[in-house]
């Protein structure tokens, strides 16, 4: 709810390397749970396993990770993307 009214933009936002944009963590949250709790499911299906790169913060038996400064120039996915995974 608190991010409903940010635009794409508003979203894309990383004001210092150490302050992820909004988009990011409205992602990685959800990433988050789908790969920590829904991939227990064997019946679950991964939304994007590309994915696994973009929104993993630190998590090194995941695999490798997009550098935390530079979360702000990732346009892909989109915000609307985003918006449909954390809905799936």
């Known amino acids: 709810r608190l991010a409903a009214p940010l635009s794409a933009e508003d ?3 990383q004001s210092m390397p ?5 988009k990011w963590h409205l992602a990685h949250t959800t990433w988050f749970f789908e790969r920590f709790v829904l991939q227990a499911d064997p019946a679950y299906r991964v939304f994007d396993p590309s994915w696994d790169f973009l ?3 630190y998590y090194q038996s995941v695999g490798p990770m997009h550098a935390r400064a530079r979360r ?3 346009s892909r996915p989109s ?3 985003v918006r ?3 809905a799936a």
């Open 72 to 74: 702000g120039v990732l």
């Open 79 to 81: 915000l609307q993307q």
């Open 55 to 57: 929104f993993n913060s």
């Open 11 to 13: 979203a894309m936002v």
């Open 84 to 86: 449909h995974y954390r």
């Open 18 to 22: 150490d302050a992820s944009p909004s």
